[in-house]
Structures are given as C-alpha cells and as structure tokens.
C-alpha cells in the first residue's frame, strides 16, 4: 500500500549535510583508536535523522565531527553544499551559528537563569539587547516554559533543564539542530514530551535534526530515516520504516531486537519475525493462516509501533517443526503482503 505524508510532501530533497569519507583516528597511549572508518552518509533538508548505535560505536564522535567540534583526521562535511574543513577559525565560527547541539546532561550555566541561558549565544553573536530579549521570550514560549524565564538550572526538573538546552541552541535560528543522546537522561514520560517538542519544532521550523541515540524506540517515535553504525563504520541506512520491516545486517537486527523482553521460551527451532501495517492487521491475518493452513504456531512476542504516524505490528512466532506446515504458513503469509524473516535460536 502506497502512502505519501504531508512530512514527504513539504520535505525538500536537497542534502543539508553530506559526510564524505570521513576517518576520525585517536592517539591515546595505548595505541591508535579508529572512532570512524569510511562514514559516507547524506542528511535531506528537514529530515529528522537518526544515527544509532550501540556504546563505542562511534556514534557521538561523529555528531561532533558534524560542526567540527572534532577534526577529522581526513574526509570532508558539507553542510549547504560548503566543505567546512576547508574554513578559517573565523569563517567556521560563523557557520557554527546555523548549527545547533543540545547534550545529555544540559550542559547549563548553573549561574545563569533559564532566560539569560537562552541569552548567552545571543550576547556572543553580538546580538542587540532588545532583539535578544525578544527572541528569548518567542523561545520560552516555544519550549512552553515562559514562567520559568527567572529560574536557576537547580530549581528546574530534567525535562525542563533539556527545554531550556533546546531553546538555547535554537537562538541564532540554526538551519541544524543535533542531538547527542539528548534524551538519555530523562525518564520515559519526559522523553516522550521531549520528543514531541522536536517533532513540532521539525514541523513548525523546518530545522533539520541529527538525533544521535542508543534507543530504537526514540528512532521509531520522531525519526524519518537511520543510520546504523556498527564498530566505527556505517552498517545499515535507510528510512525507518523500512529497516523496522525488513533489517538486512546482524547489527541492525541487534538493535530492532534488543529492547524485547522475550521470555526464555524464545529459545528454540523455526522462529520467525513477521510484520504487518494497519491493513493486514485488521484482516485478522494470523488467526485465518491458522485456519487455512492448519498450521498451529506459538506467538512468543508482539507488539505494535507508531512510525511516521502509522500504525505497524511484529510478532516472533514460532512455527511447527515439520517443514511442510512451517513452508504452508509462511507462504500464506507472504501471499498476503506481510514481511516475514527468520530470527535464528534467540532474539532476546
């Protein structure tokens, strides 16, 4: 079934980043450390765009080498077309104007009150009092947070310490906004809060977000598109939707599985990952394989997931031994449009 969003629609398909080549290589003293190894990747304008990977991966050194707050040790970043290693000091600062970074842990000035947080980029771009003031009242207002403009970082709960980190690296109206694990800090109700506020931000700002994240459900919540870096290279891309279908590397896999809480029956022969949208879900697919085929099948997990705004469902089943019931369900399957694939002896 073909679907086109108004997020499709009103997404230019003009790269805003592109990574060339990229090697970034570090000299500790116990030896030479490869944190990036061939990173080839194209972020499109107003894309909101994940990079995942498990810790170590090299994830986080690459959202640093984005805005060259890490030099690569060769390759180039284009952001709008322009080489950035190729910049003066000067010409990179300017440029770092239109590119914005929210952390972890807030990274705010304790001493600082929300408001004058949300001021300090704009004092350094030297920015007129009057017209900072202004633009820090809009971004109060768009992190919905305007009575907490005279609060100190220390009377602000987390969720509110990562609104006012937004609203600050929105302050020189960036055309970027990356963020490194942005969410990882917060509990699961503040991260979807977070993630709303992006996803509007997105869609009320047209600001191109790089979301750097250990956590497949924050990729499937906002994301449209993902990058799966694995041991410093990049192993899987695409949009979400599809590699949530139909993963192609062990990595990726790894990462759609590993928040599932399997039981341990999930160990055995013949299981199998299927996934279906709204419409095969409501034909009641499964139940009428059983009844058509004959084939009696063990669901071990399931559950459903909201990816660009539709509704998509994964289930591990697993099927008979006997290999002509097993090959009769998994073509009905088939026959009816669902991804099917083979999970190995353990998906947990």
């Not at 952390?103 to 705010?108: D, I, V």
């Not at 799966?228 to 990726?252: C, L, M, W």
């Amino acid at each position: 079934m073909r679907r086109v969003t108004n997020i499709d629609n009103n997404r230019s398909q003009q790269p805003i980043i592109e990574i060339k080549d990229l090697v970034k290589t570090f000299h500790p003293k116990s030896g030479e450390v490869k944190a990036l190894d061939g990173i080839n990747l194209s972020v499109n304008q107003g894309d909101i765009y994940g990079i995942i990977g498990m810790s170590g991966a090299g994830k986080s050194t690459l959202v640093r080498c984005i805005n060259l707050l890490e030099k690569p040790s060769s390759g180039h970043i284009f952001i709008d077309g322009q080489d950035i290693s190729t910049l003066t000091e000067k010409e990179l600062r300017i440029t770092r104007y239109s590119v914005g970074m929210i952390f972890q842990q807030f990274n705010l000035l304790m001493q600082r009150t929300a408001e004058k947080n949300i001021l300090f980029p704009l004092e350094i771009a030297g920015v007129d009092k009057e017209t900072a003031k202004k633009r820090t009242s809009e971004l109060l207002e768009l992190v919905s947070l305007p009575d907490k403009a005279k609060a100190y970082p220390t009377q602000l709960s987390g969720g509110q310490m990562q609104r006012i980190a937004i609203a600050r690296a929105l302050a020189n109206n960036p055309k970027i906004l990356l963020c490194d694990e942005a969410t990882s800090a917060l509990d699961p109700s503040t991260t979807r809060s977070i993630l709303n506020l992006l996803k509007e931000i997105n869609r009320k700002l047209g600001i191109t977000i790089v979301i750097i994240t250990h956590e497949m459900s924050v990729v499937e919540e906002i994301c449209s598109h993902v990058a799966i870096i694995d041991e410093s290279k990049i192993a899987e891309y695409g949009r979400v939707e599809d590699i949530f279908r139909n993963p192609k590397t062990e990595i990726a896999k790894k990462m759609i599985y590993s928040e599932r809480e399997l039981s341990p029956v999930a160990m055995g022969k013949n299981l199998y990952r299927i996934v279906f949208d709204e419409k095969s879900s409501s034909d009641s697919v499964i139940a009428k394989m059983i009844l058509e085929t004959k084939a009696m099948v063990n669901i071990i997990y399931a559950d459903m997931k909201n990816i660009e705004g539709f509704t998509y469902g994964q289930m591990v089943i697993q099927l008979p031994e006997d290999e002509l019931s097993a090959s009769r369900a998994i073509n009905y399957l088939r026959s009816h449009q669902i991804t099917v694939e083979e999970v190995g002896s353990n998906v947990g």
